[in-house]
């Protein structure tokens, strides 16, 4: 069950990523704004970057490489490639959580994130917390920009 549930969230907000994104302009993705230090384009690839390590390298064994500090580098990265990057995103956490053992939920996540063991269904919900934290941030950054 909480898996399913996972998934219908995780679909959820990865769609609303994909609809904000779209509501920038090219040149608006890459301008920060009021206390928000990222740019949408930024947190986008923090949020992508974020997943297909978690669910889809570690847990899913997908190979991604992670490049963190990239997710908050690269600039002026083209609305398609963001957009295509986010539908990527979607695809490996959908298989991902569609196939794990549902038994590793209980168990602790596979590495040590935060310094302190945590099990696989507490992560996967900081997880889902963590992609609306930041999605927040892309709504609140559009908006302050329509001023």
């Known amino acids: 069950m909480l898996i399913e549930n996972l998934l219908k969230i995780f679909d ?9 994104i779209l509501l920038f302009y090219q040149k608006e993705l890459w301008i920060t704004a009021g206390d928000v230090k990222n740019s949408a384009g930024n947190l986008c690839l923090h949020i992508c970057g974020n997943l297909k390590h978690f669910i889809g390298a570690v847990l899913g064994n997908s190979g991604f490489v992670r490049e963190r500090e990239k997710e908050f580098s690269l600039k002026n990265v083209p609305k398609d490639d963001l957009l ?15 196939t794990i053992d ?3 939920l209980v168990k602790n996540f596979p590495i040590n994130v935060f310094g302190e063991e945590m099990t ?8 889902i917390t963590h992609l609306s934290y930041h999605l927040g941030q892309i ?3 559009r908006r302050l920009m329509l001023n």
């Open 12 to 20: 959820r907000d990865l769609n609303k990523l994909k609809e904000e």
């Open 84 to 98: 295509k990057n986010i539908d990527e995103t979607s695809e490996i956490v959908k298989s991902t959580l569609s």
């Open 102 to 104: 549902k038994s590793i």
């Open 120 to 127: 696989t269904q507490y992560f996967l919900i900081h997880l």
């Open 139 to 141: 709504n609140y950054l």
